[in-house]
């Protein structure tokens, strides 16, 4: 427990003492988010997110290559999977740098994005079997690529939608990634709960920076870089033979960010609007639509990601019938609240978003 603690607060420190030169580099290179009318900031806010947390994540890995106990051990089994990983996540990084500084138009970034998740799979990041809790479980095959860069694509896309308002997709991030390390401490997985918790780490301290009011963002940078760690990581800890789960599992667990975004795309479909075109129909936008501040919606949306993310944990402790039959009877509850929320919504009155 001692080492979990020592990366989690590694993790943290790194990011938050390297948070002030990014901010610096952003001003410096001119990768600033200028406001506009989709926008909710009133200010050139820069952000470079991404190094800091990129920086923050990486750098505990390093006294793996130096200490000779049991942890550096085991990390010696996982040191191809972790070459893919670094190499996966700087790519990321570079394409999410590139569209802070100069811009990239969505369907080439999503193309680079589906190339980045095949070379994953080619190392093995790949999803193979999806756990039956009524029989034997699930051999995917051919549809095993398909699956696996749907998922890695479709999350970091999720949590790059989601940072939306300030903190959000980071204090989400955290929260999923805290769940995955107590699912992977509970299961053994002492590498994997290792990666969660520097991910955890590396959000956490780059929160108290990206936190209402925020003076930097994540950008490109960092959404794509967090959201690339969070499915990957997820395939480790959810997806493969010797830990996978119920497929309600990760469905649960990364709910939030699924949900908004499969809600988003259904929305524009339905209006006619164009699939990559921004807008503010976010479960977020829709918070601060009800008169909520951004303060005040980010910690609801923190609720809600905790709640999940405990079921997600009881789900893949107790792999039972019984448990996936109560998972479910709490996705339909959470749907159910959603809804009647959304009805009251539309029946009331509505206020100017709050600042």
């Not at 979990?4 to 948070?19: D, G, I, K, Q």
């Not at 191809?80 to 990321?92: F, H, I, N, P, V």
């Not at 138009?105 to 079997?129: H, P, S």
């Not at 903190?167 to 299961?187: K, P, Q, R, S, Y």
Request: charged letters at 10%.
């Amino acid at each position: 427990m001692r080492t979990y603690f020592t990366l989690l607060v590694l993790s943290a420190v790194a990011t938050f003492l390297s948070t002030p030169l990014v901010r610096w580099l952003a001003y410096r290179w001119g990768a600033l988010d200028l406001p506009n009318e989709r926008k909710i900031h009133t200010q050139p806010m820069p952000r470079l997110g991404g190094l800091a947390a990129y920086a923050g994540f990486w750098c505990p890995w390093v006294g793996f290559y130096i200490l000779n106990n049991r942890v550096t051990e085991a990390f010696r089994n996982y040191e191809k999977l972790s070459l893919t990983l670094w190499l996966g996540a700087s790519a990321m990084l570079a394409l999410g740098v590139w569209d802070d500084i100069k811009g990239v138009r969505a369907i080439k970034k999503l193309v680079l994005q589906c190339l980045i998740a095949v070379g994953l799979f080619l190392g093995d990041f790949r999803i193979t079997t999806l756990s039956n809790p009524f029989g034997a479980p699930w051999q995917l095959g051919w549809l095993s690529l398909p699956v696996s860069v749907l998922w890695i694509v479709g999350v970091t896309n999720a949590i790059n939608l989601l940072d939306g308002i300030d903190g959000l997709a980071t204090g989400v991030t955290a929260c999923i990634a805290l769940a995955l390390a107590l699912i992977n401490v509970l299961g053994g997985n002492i590498i994997v709960a290792l990666l969660t918790l520097c991910l955890a780490g590396a959000c956490l301290g780059f929160l108290p920076f990206n936190f209402s009011p925020a003076r930097i963002f994540l950008g490109d940078s960092g959404s794509l870089f967090i959201g690339l760690m969070l499915a990957c990581i997820g395939i480790l800890s959810l997806f493969k033979a010797a830990t996978a789960t119920f497929v309600l599992a990760p469905l649960i667990l990364f709910g939030l960010p699924l949900f908004d975004t499969v809600s988003v795309a259904i929305g524009r479909l339905a209006r006619g609007v164009p699939l990559f075109q921004a807008d503010k129909s976010h479960v977020h936008h829709r918070l601060l639509r009800l008169g909520m501040n951004q303060r005040q919606a980010a910690y609801l949306l923190y609720s809600v990601t905790l709640l999940l993310g405990g079921a997600a944990v009881v789900l893949s402790v107790l792999q039972s019938p019984q448990t996936l039959l109560l998972g479910c009877a709490l996705v339909l509850g959470l749907a159910a609240i959603i809804w009647r929320a959304w009805r009251l919504r539309l029946a009331g009155p509505s206020r100017p978003p709050a600042a």
